[in-house]
């Protein structure tokens, strides 16, 4: 059969507004069809024989878990692998690492310090290789937020999001994923870790509406979600000045009451309680966090049948 290219999932902005609607659309029915947690195993096994490689540079408790998870609950099994355990840490190259992967695996999943060691995997791996997270994005988050929010308010297209705090990895994916689901982003940073340049550009240029503030206040007024995640990143050195900083930043009760009434709040995680969000915001009405890592379970199993070919199943 002709060889096509692999289903990569490296960045939202590599979509159509389709495959993003279709990847989180089958998260949602795969989600209904096994009846949350308690009706696990899909009936059809459809990854069945296929198995993940799961290559964690970094350290990762919702990622590894819902993969390894939903990997299991789709008939498939994982591999989870870290690079000091490969002979990637002792200097074998990304091009030759991936394509022995390619050959004993189906789909390679890459969390990396690294940005540039997820785009070379990729290059030259003949299996499908999925953004587990860099310090430059995040995309698999952003599938699970929205699959979140329309569960509680809805279609997410006209919606306003607020990012508060770091424009970091989260926040280009949410920007990316605005300009493909038709949500709008107001985010609010202090000056130095303003939002990448190139994702606001980009996200602007396919269609988005982003605004960039100072002042968290002006950012959350109205938003039908306000969105934060930790100060200080995997790999962020600068941790004592961040703190300084970010301190304006902290989502807590007064700064929810200007958004819109009943508006969500969503975090990542993990959380840092009492930096980026207070405990009463955190374990308050609004917060759908746990909701939201649930989530990440079912958008990627939904991810990996798309990334397998088995979006019908
Ligand atoms: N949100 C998220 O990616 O969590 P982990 O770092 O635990 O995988
Ligand atoms: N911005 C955070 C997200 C963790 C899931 C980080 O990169 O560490």
């Known amino acids: 059969s002709a060889t096509t290219a692999p289903r990569h999932f490296l960045d939202l902005r590599d979509f159509s507004p389709e495959?993003?609607?279709?990847?989180?659309?089958?998260?949602?029915?795969?989600?209904?069809?096994?009846?949350?947690?308690?009706?696990p195993l899909h009936p059809d096994r459809p990854l069945e024989g296929r198995t993940l490689g799961l290559?964690?540079?970094?350290?990762?408790?919702?990622?590894?878990?819902?993969?390894?998870?939903?990997?299991?609950?789709?008939?498939?099994?994982?591999?989870?692998?870290?690079?000091?355990?490969?002979?990637?840490?002792?200097?074998?190259?990304?091009?030759?690492?991936?394509?022995?992967?390619s050959r004993f695996l189906d789909v390679i999943v890459l969390r990396t310090g690294n940005d540039a060691n997820l785009r070379e995997l990729a290059q030259w791996s003949s299996v499908p290789v999925i953004n587990g997270l860099t310090p430059v994005s995040h995309p698999i988050q952003i599938l699970a937020d929205v699959l979140t929010f329309e569960e509680h308010r809805g279609p997410i297209r006209g919606k306003t999001l607020a990012w508060i705090g770091d424009g970091n990895n989260v926040a280009t994916s949410l920007m990316e994923g605005a300009a493909l689901l038709g949500f709008n982003v107001r985010l609010a940073t202090p000056e130095e870790f303003a939002p990448n340049p190139d994702a606001v550009a980009w996200a602007r240029a396919h269609g988005a509406t982003i605004e960039v503030f100072r002042d968290p206040a002006e950012a959350v007024a109205g938003a039908d979600a306000v969105l934060t995640d930790t100060w200080v990143s995997m790999g962020d050195k600068d941790r004592e000045t961040r703190l300084k900083v970010?301190?304006?930043?902290?989502?807590?009760?007064?700064?929810?009451?200007?958004?819109?009434?009943?508006?969500?709040?969503?975090?990542?995680?993990?959380a840092h309680i009492g930096?980026?969000?207070?405990?009463?915001?955190?374990?308050?009405?609004?917060?759908?966090?746990?909701d939201e890592a649930e989530n990440r379970l079912h958008t990627q199993k939904g991810l990996l049948l798309w990334a397998l070919g088995k979006e019908n199943s």
Do not use: W
């Open 275 to 290: 930096e980026e969000v207070t405990p009463e915001v955190f374990e308050g009405p609004a917060s759908v966090v746990f």
């Open 19 to 39: 495959t993003i609607r279709q990847i989180i659309d089958l998260s949602a029915k795969v989600k209904a069809m096994q009846n949350g947690r308690r009706q």
């Open 55 to 101: 290559i964690l540079a970094q350290p990762s408790t919702r990622t590894r878990v819902s993969f390894e998870v939903g990997m299991g609950q789709l008939g498939g099994s994982v591999s989870v692998l870290s690079p000091g355990d490969m002979q990637l840490g002792r200097g074998e190259t990304v091009a030759d690492t991936a394509r022995v992967l």
């Open 246 to 270: 970010f301190q304006p930043y902290q989502v807590d009760t007064a700064l929810m009451a200007k958004a819109a009434p009943d508006a969500l709040f969503l975090h990542c995680l993990p």
